[in-house]
């Protein structure tokens, strides 16, 4: 079983203080074997569960020679690795490039998915296929995981896919606060009758700070027009004051040109997200999301009150 970098720094410290002494102030002639032993009788912590454990003389003997004549005894105590660690002997050239393939051709496929049909591309070859766990660990550690396929199958969501693919995909996390503002609508789960006799499905218009992730201005809104879109953000800018950037999908209201004009007008840098990306709003929904719940329970426990 192969260690974390923590877990071989642990074991490395460890060791030094079993030896610290012994390089500190080297017993007399004849007395190394004899300390040896004394070490080996003392009981340790160990340095990943905690429990109590001991060494044998032999162990301590090795860590000590190791470790007696080098410039850093830490770095020299710590486990070896294997020479093949990070390759994959079990998986020939040929297996690997079948895997590789695959993923560029069905990146949405699943781990048991893509060790199912590679078991039947490589059933007449000349190499044996390993267990599925290798070709997990593979997969994992080079990054081919897999990655949502387009909910649309247009020629707009398939370029974007690919604009996608080629693109390093990073979270949106300023340094500091007002640096950056996300916004968009969630569509309520209950419709709402209103004062005409009419029912209406209510959207929730959440504007959210991105590196305090403090929710800056919610508002219920019955449509979502360029005129809800910026009475919602009028509110939020006389809450929490002017921010450097907004950033919004690309919808009408968002791309309008009173919205968008307007942000310029008052010095703030409008940014969009990729078209049919619409994950990159997962947080922000499910921002909305929990604080829509929230306003509908408090309503309904006014009503009660009431």
Not at 19 to 38: D, R
Not at 63 to 90: E, I, M, T
Not at 172 to 184: F, I, M, Q, S, T
Not at 215 to 233: I, K, P, R, Y
Request: aromatic share 8%.
């Amino acid at each position: 079983m192969s260690l974390s970098i923590d877990h071989r720094n642990r074991w490395a410290r460890l060791r030094f203080s079993v030896i610290g002494p012994l390089l500190a102030s080297p017993p007399g002639k004849g007395e190394l074997q004899q300390a040896f032993q004394v070490l080996a009788a003392k009981v340790w912590r160990h340095p990943i569960t905690g429990a109590d454990v001991q060494f044998g003389a032999s162990s301590i003997e090795r860590w000590y020679y190791r470790a007696r004549h080098v410039h850093d005894p830490v770095d020299q105590l710590k486990n070896r690795l294997r020479d093949d660690c990070g390759h994959f002997v079990s998986l020939s050239p040929t297996i690997i490039e079948a895997l590789v393939e695959q993923y560029r051709q069905h990146p949405g496929w699943t781990m048991q998915l893509h060790y199912d049909n590679l078991r039947v591309v490589t059933k007449d070859g000349p190499d044996t296929l390993p267990s599925y766990t290798t070709v997990c660990r593979y997969l994992k550690a080079h990054g081919l995981v897999r990655k949502p396929t387009p909910r649309s199958s247009t020629d707009g969501a398939i370029a974007a896919a690919a604009r996608r693919e080629a693109r390093e995909v990073r979270s949106y996390e300023v340094d500091h606060v007002a640096a950056l503002w996300h916004l968009d609508f969630h569509h309520g789960s209950r419709k709402v009758l209103t004062p005409d006799g009419q029912w209406h499905k209510p959207l929730l218009l959440c504007i959210m700070d991105d590196h305090s992730r403090l929710v800056c201005h919610l508002q219920w809104f019955l449509d979502e027009t360029t005129a809800s879109l910026v009475h919602g953000v009028s509110q939020a800018i006389m809450k929490r004051g002017l921010p450097r950037a907004i950033m919004t999908d690309n919808g009408a209201a968002m791309i309008a040109d009173e919205f968008v004009e307007g942000l310029a007008s008052l010095g703030i840098l409008h940014q969009t997200t990729l078209p049919y990306s619409p994950y990159q709003y997962v947080a922000l929904k499910s921002m909305s999301a929990i604080a829509a719940d929230a306003v509908v329970l408090a309503s309904l426990v006014a009503t009660q009150a009431t």
